[in-house]
């Protein structure tokens, strides 16, 4: 009885202060699952109190999974910080995220911290609105997404580490806020895909094997990094009468495509260009099939394409041409385009290819 009652001031100690710090801990396997320290035990104790507070995993802790479905670390209660120093990990034997996330809440994963799964995410959101994750270290995946935000809508990822995946570097569910000043890869998918009211800004590097970020309605992507893709470079799909934006002072590369828009009538897409855009099979930039009214602008920087450097297509589109380079056919494409020379003194555009289709030039 004696016994049972520590455990309960123990316990309730916990609850008071909310701080976990897990340090260097036990080598016995608990459950059979976990190869080195307290991995369900420590989502068990979370899921028992309530309240707000912080997880530490200090440098050198390592809190590794190698078997059962349980992650490394359960964060399912709302409103607790985790900071990690220390190395989060499934192993292949584990069939779970490194982090797994069902409460909003925040993640700080700093410059030493390492979060990978061999089978599944490295951080894994299947609930929690409004989480936010902060990145200076590693998050990995094995097989899937680096992080997948499945339903935690309006989340925000800050990256000044690296985030690595297989079917995703990035996947994110509507309002995505990313900020990405180092390094985003996927090697089996797109670098970053999200849905509705992404807001990504990229100053770092995003690598993919297929598309490098592809987004629904209401995008709006800012690059002044590098964006390099096996497909196109940035694919956004708006629903009808969607707005998405892309502003480029950086370089994005894409196979396919460079900029490519899919969108449904009647919606609004706008490219202001002043960095590198390339495609070495198809277009730099093309406002796909569907009438909506685009507006390219561009001040400076070089767009050059195997086909199109620019196609405008269905819709009265806009091509503001103020200087810069253009390797490629420029083409408005169906409609009543208009092409305005806006350069001043001092300002060179030069088009290497045919200007077709444009019913007024000014
Ligand atoms: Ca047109």
Known sequence: MKLKNTNKLALWA??????????????TPVNGNYSTVVGSPLADTLATNSGTGTITVVLG???????????PLSITLVGYTTNNAGSLTALTGNS??????????????????????????????????????????????????????????GSTITNTGTITGVTAGVGASDGLILINSNSITATGGPGVTATTGASITNSGTITASTIGVTA????????????????????????????????????????????????????????TNSGTITSST?????????????????TAGTITAATNAVSLGAGDDIFNLKAGTLNGIVDGGAGNDTLNLTGITGDTATINGNVTTFETIT
């Open 282 to 298: 198809g277009n730099g930039v093309i406002f796909g099939a569907a009438t909506s009214n685009d507006t390219l602008t561009m």
């Open 216 to 271: 629904t309605t209401g995008a709006s992507i800012i690059n002044s990094g590098t964006i390099t893709a096996s497909s196109s470079g940035v694919q956004l799909t708006s629903g009808i009468n969607g707005v998405t934006t892309v502003n480029n002072t950086g370089t994005i590369n894409g196979t396919t495509n460079g900029i490519v828009f899919t969108g449904g009538a009647g919606s609004v897409n706008s490219v």
């Open 96 to 153: 779970s995220a490194g982090v797994a996330v069902s409460a909003t809440t925040a993640i700080n994963n700093q410059s030493s911290g390492v979060i990978s799964s061999a089978t599944l995410q490295g951080i894994s959101v299947t609930a929690g609105v409004g989480s936010t994750i902060t990145n200076a270290g590693s998050i990995s995946s094995g097989t899937v997404q680096g992080i997948l935000l499945a339903a935690g809508a």
């Open 14 to 27: 916990l609850a008071l202060t909310a701080t976990l710090t897990v340090a260097h801990a036990a080598t």
């Open 61 to 71: 802790s390592t809190l590794t999974g190698n078997g059962g479905t349980a992650s």
